[in-house]
């Protein structure tokens, strides 16, 4: 009988830093199990700001009207920026201009899913964003985004013109916020809730070690 998999959805939005934290720890908490574990990663979609305009918006902005004023902001993008020495990740906030909407990156995560190339788009996306400083809300970005990741560029421009995607990004986000996801990251293994938060790599491991050892053979 074939081994049993245990199927992981994580719940992201590309501009959350926590959600980069939280698959950097993702990636601990998996080669602590080994690379053997039956567990399948997928990512879906949660935009934290679903009402963001198709442009985005100026990054200082935003900032302000969220946290009340740049010197709140400018704290927790220092505290963040050190928590991501602490996992490797280099956290560019001096580089950010605009805040995205992320829809059409979500759509294009979507469409790499279809082909098994996710992880690759999301890593792409994220060190395009907090390490590089881009605008990942334009199309010409993903599209340049997404032939690093390994995607045909051509092909890409034609599907973010498009609307391929957009329904199924819209029906995950509306199934998250269903199930009563308000905040990302969020983890759910065999479409059960497992962990929400950038939680350590110990903890991620130990939750999914319970599943594994729950899960029945097939």
């Not at 059409?104 to 400083?133: C, K, P, S």
């Not at 199924?168 to 509306?174: G, I, L, S, W």
């Not at 991620?204 to 050892?213: E, N, P, T, W, Y």
Request: glycine residues 8%.
């Amino acid at each position: 009988m074939p081994e049993p998999v245990l199927d992981l959805m994580v719940f992201i939005d590309v501009i959350c830093p926590w959600c980069y934290v939280g698959k950097r720890r993702l990636e601990k908490a998996l080669a602590m199990i080994g690379p053997d574990a039956p567990i399948r990663v997928t990512w879906r979609p949660f935009e934290l700001n679903p009402d963001m305009p198709p442009e985005g918006m100026e990054r200082r902005l935003y900032r302000m009207r969220k946290f009340g004023s740049m010197e709140r902001s400018q704290q927790l993008d220092a505290q963040l920026t050190d928590l991501g020495v602490q996992e490797g990740l280099r956290f560019r906030y001096d580089l950010m201009i605009r805040t995205p909407n992320t829809f059409n990156a979500h759509r294009l995560i979507w469409l790499a899913g279809q082909g098994g190339g996710q992880d690759a788009v999301v890593e792409a996306l994220m060190r395009a964003y907090f390490t590089e400083g881009r605008d990942i809300g334009d199309s010409e970005t993903l599209a340049d985004v997404a032939s690093q990741a390994g995607m045909d560029r051509a092909h890409t421009i034609d599907f973010l013109e498009g609307e391929d995607g957009a329904a199924e990004v819209r029906a995950y986000e509306d199934a998250a916020r269903r199930a009563g996801i308000s905040g990302v990251p969020a983890f759910i293994a065999n479409r059960r809730p497992l962990l929400m938060g950038a939680q350590p790599p110990d903890v991620i491991a130990s939750a999914l070690r319970g599943v594994l050892d729950l899960t029945p053979a097939e």
